[in-house]
């Protein structure tokens, strides 16, 4: 498939100006924009996604913008992360300015906001509201599903739900998995805390601001993201270490039962399976079209090599962990019956 012309981003930066939704790539997952600033049009993507009311959104902006005119008591250090990640996959949560509304930001008091790098998102922004707009974006698919990272997964999710204006397409995300999000509202009190790991590590945010993100406690800001059970393709996921899967696959085999596996260790199999690097970076850009695709050939389970759990992949077994909430147990409970 060949990227959005630049009549179809005018197009659709005319749409989302109207108050209409547009999907759009961005380097990690495929967005579901609407104008920020207009609060009928935020609420169209609750209604399409079929996400609960209270869950916040993410602002996208384009290179440059003035983030103080979304945010206030901005501190040096998430400045200092905006100058070092942005335009790319790290959403800051911020104070939310006054004039910011409720719908984006689910009531809290806060905002959180991203530059991405993809061409045709910075040119989407950069075309909306001579890029001083902000573009309310989740991920475009429905509540719960695994993220869309091509135009078709967006197709595959909406059909041609007419509340779609455009759906832009720019080829496969290349990060794969959902932005880095950083908590940097309660600095004072909380330090930075990492709300969502991502393509952007811990380890490359305390490089730049000289203290380690914490990991969330209580009183952190929600993220859906961080539903236990989230990104879960239709047939329940199962996470396995390498060494139990021949024998697993060969036992439900033996019961009739259809699994797939996706993995990165060279196995060789008459199951259907995908094949991921064995390094993150690679991995994360195939895993969620991996779910998909073994969910469209309409398997029973999918089994998923369990990877390393070194902090290179936290991002990855972060997502892989929520797929595969609920299934415990589903393995034997096949084998059984
Ligand atoms: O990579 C991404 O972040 C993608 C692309 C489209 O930019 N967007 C994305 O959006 O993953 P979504 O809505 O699927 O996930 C955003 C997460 C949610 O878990 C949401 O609760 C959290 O960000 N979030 C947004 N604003 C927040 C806020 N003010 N406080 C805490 N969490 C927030
Ligand atoms: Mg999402």
């Given at each position: 498939?060949?990227?959005?012309?630049?009549?179809?981003?005018?197009?659709?930066?005319a749409?989302?100006a109207?108050?209409?939704?547009?999907?759009?790539?961005?380097?990690?997952?495929?967005?579901?924009?609407?104008?920020?600033?207009?609060?009928?049009?935020?609420?169209?993507?609750?209604a399409?996604?079929?996400?609960?009311?209270?869950?916040?959104?993410?602002?996208?902006?384009?290179?440059?913008?003035?983030?103080?005119?979304?945010?206030?008591?901005?501190?040096?250090?998430?400045?200092?992360?905006?100058?070092?990640?942005?335009?790319?996959?790290?959403?800051?949560?911020?104070?939310?300015?006054?004039?910011?509304?409720?719908?984006?930001?689910?009531?809290?008091?806060?905002?959180?906001?991203?530059?991405?790098?993809?061409?045709?998102?910075?040119?989407?922004?950069?075309?909306?509201?001579?890029?001083?707009?902000?573009?309310?974006?989740?991920?475009?698919?429905?509540?719960?599903?695994?993220?869309?990272?091509?135009?078709?997964?967006?197709?595959?999710?909406?059909?041609?739900?007419?509340?779609?204006?455009?759906?832009?397409?720019?080829?496969?995300?290349?990060?794969g998995?959902?932005?880095?999000?950083?908590?940097?509202?309660?600095?004072?009190?909380?330090?930075?805390?990492?709300?969502?790991?991502?393509?952007?590590?811990?380890?490359?945010?305390?490089?730049?601001?000289?203290?380690?993100?914490?990991?969330?406690?209580?009183?952190?800001?929600?993220?859906?993201?961080?539903?236990?059970?989230?990104?879960?393709?239709?047939?329940?996921?199962?996470?396995?270490?390498?060494?139990?899967?021949?024998?697993?696959?060969?036992?439900?085999?033996?019961?009739g039962?259809?699994?797939?596996?996706?993995?990165?260790?060279?196995?060789?199999?008459?199951?259907?399976n995908?094949?991921?690097?064995a390094?993150?970076?690679?991995?994360?850009?195939?895993?969620?079209?991996?779910?998909?695709?073994?969910?469209q050939?309409?398997?029973?389970?999918?089994?998923?090599?369990a990877?390393?759990?070194?902090?290179?992949?936290?991002?990855?077994?972060?997502?892989?962990?929520?797929?595969?909430?609920?299934?415990?147990?589903?393995?034997?409970?096949?084998?059984?019956?």
């Amino acid at each position: 498939m060949t990227d959005a012309a630049s009549s179809d981003i005018a197009g659709a930066a005319a749409a989302l100006a109207k108050g209409d939704l547009v999907a759009f790539p961005t380097e990690t997952v495929y967005g579901l924009g609407a104008d920020a600033e207009n609060p009928a049009a935020v609420a169209k993507i609750y209604a399409a996604k079929g996400r609960p009311q209270d869950h916040p959104v993410i602002v996208h902006v384009a290179p440059g913008a003035d983030i103080d005119y979304w945010t206030t008591e901005v501190p040096d250090a998430a400045r200092a992360l905006v100058r070092a990640f942005w335009p790319g996959p790290l959403t800051l949560i911020l104070k939310r300015n006054a004039h910011i509304p409720d719908a984006v930001s689910g009531g809290q008091d806060t905002v959180g906001i991203r530059c991405p790098s993809h061409p045709v998102a910075m040119q989407l922004l950069q075309a909306f509201k001579d890029g001083k707009g902000g573009v309310a974006a989740p991920s475009a698919n429905k509540f719960g599903n695994v993220s869309p990272t091509t135009s078709q997964h967006v197709h595959d999710e909406f059909g041609d739900d007419p509340r779609l204006a455009a759906i832009l397409d720019g080829g496969s995300s290349q990060v794969g998995i959902e932005s880095t999000i950083l908590d940097m509202s309660r600095l004072a009190t909380h330090g930075p805390v990492l709300l969502r790991p991502g393509h952007i590590t811990a380890q490359q945010i305390a490089d730049v601001i000289g203290t380690m993100p914490r990991q969330p406690d209580q009183a952190a800001p929600r993220a859906s993201g961080t539903l236990e059970s989230h990104y879960a393709p239709k047939a329940p996921v199962a996470l396995l270490p390498t060494g139990d899967i021949e024998k697993t696959l060969a036992e439900l085999k033996l019961r009739g039962r259809c699994a797939a596996l996706i993995h990165y260790s060279p196995f060789v199999l008459s199951q259907p399976n995908v094949a991921l690097p064995a390094e993150p970076k690679g991995y994360a850009y195939g895993v969620y079209a991996a779910l998909r695709a073994m969910d469209q050939q309409q398997v029973e389970l999918i089994l998923v090599e369990a990877p390393p759990s070194d902090d290179a992949w936290l991002g990855v077994n972060d997502r892989l962990r929520r797929a595969a909430f609920g299934s415990t147990g589903i393995i034997e409970r096949f084998l059984k019956s």
